[in-house]
């Protein structure tokens, strides 16, 4: 059984930072692309990050650039989002993703991930 399961979200101050954890299981992790979705309450959801298998390459959505960063520990299963100074418009349910395909390139596409965590709350207000 596929699994991904974020951790690490929160309540956080303007200009504070956050950092989450995403792990999976019953994945080749090593060979799939993954990223990072969030979703504000009324609104659809988004891109914010995605990264290669290798690490080699990077993707972020413009408003997120400078301030986040996505990294994965293969020997771990596991995806980080880092967030630093964080805004209140940041404030979603944030979602990590697996590629569809295995060797997949990165997407920002939401039909382009098949296996989605259950998400894990950030909430930015002071």
């Known amino acids: 059984q596929v699994q991904l399961v974020e951790s690490g979200g929160g309540l956080v101050q303007p200009g504070g930072s956050l950092r989450l954890s995403c792990e999976a299981s019953?994945?080749?992790?090593?060979?799939?692309?993954m990223a990072w979705f969030r979703q504000a309450p009324g609104k659809e959801r988004e891109f914010v990050a995605t990264?290669?298998?290798?690490?080699?390459?990077?993707e972020y959505e413009d408003s997120v650039k400078g301030r986040f960063t996505i990294s994965r520990v293969n020997a771990r299963n596991t995806v980080y989002l880092q967030m630093n100074n964080l805004k209140a418009e940041d404030t979603a349910v944030y979602y990590c993703?697996?590629?569809?395909?295995?060797?997949?390139?990165?997407?920002?596409?939401?039909?382009?991930?098949?296996?989605w965590g259950q998400g894990t709350q950030v909430t930015v207000s002071s």
């Open positions: 990264i290669t298998r290798t690490s080699s390459y990077t």
């Open positions: 993703a697996a590629h569809k395909r295995r060797y997949g390139g990165s997407s920002r596409q939401l039909d382009d991930y098949a296996t």
């Open positions: 019953g994945l080749d992790f090593r060979n799939y692309p």
